[in-house]
């Protein structure tokens, strides 16, 4: 799977979750750098860790607006935030495995998972987000 990109078809129409969700993909494309012009183990680390601080930090921007506004499936979103990370998690202790090609495998994961998680789980609650003012 290619590296998603970003587009205004990802768009939620909340400006600070759009920014977030941009800097998420630009992470990932560095992770993809790192995997493929073979850097060494702690850098492809260093730029995975980083992407997952950052997505646990958007988590919780959203998490955030969730409760603020009461949002009806919180707790559904928010349970696909908690199997992303530990599935992302169990991925980042692998690595030290060095098992080839699973440096990819956890990229494809990343790029096919925040996809569908931004057209799919996201834009589902933008529309009531926007209904209550959130811009």
């Not at 129409?13 to 920014?19: A, Q, R």
């Not at 530990?86 to 996809?115: D, I, Q």
Request: aromatic share 10%.
């Amino acid at each position: 799977m290619e590296i998603i990109e970003w587009s205004e078809s990802l768009e939620v129409g909340i400006s600070k979750v759009d920014e977030q969700h941009k800097r998420l993909i630009q992470l990932m494309e560095e992770l993809d750098r790192a995997i493929r012009n073979n850097e060494s183990a702690d850098v492809v680390e260093d730029v995975l860790t980083n992407l997952f601080n950052y997505a646990q930090a958007h988590f919780a921007v959203e998490e955030e607006l969730f409760r603020t506004h009461k949002y009806p499936e919180m707790a559904l979103h928010e349970l696909e935030h908690q199997r992303f990370i530990a599935k992302a998690f169990a991925f980042k202790e692998r690595l030290s495995s060095k098992r080839p090609g699973l440096a990819l495998e956890l990229l494809n994961f990343l790029s096919s998972w925040v996809l569908n998680h931004i057209e799919l789980t996201d834009k589902r609650y933008s529309k009531y987000l926007r209904d209550c003012g959130v811009s």
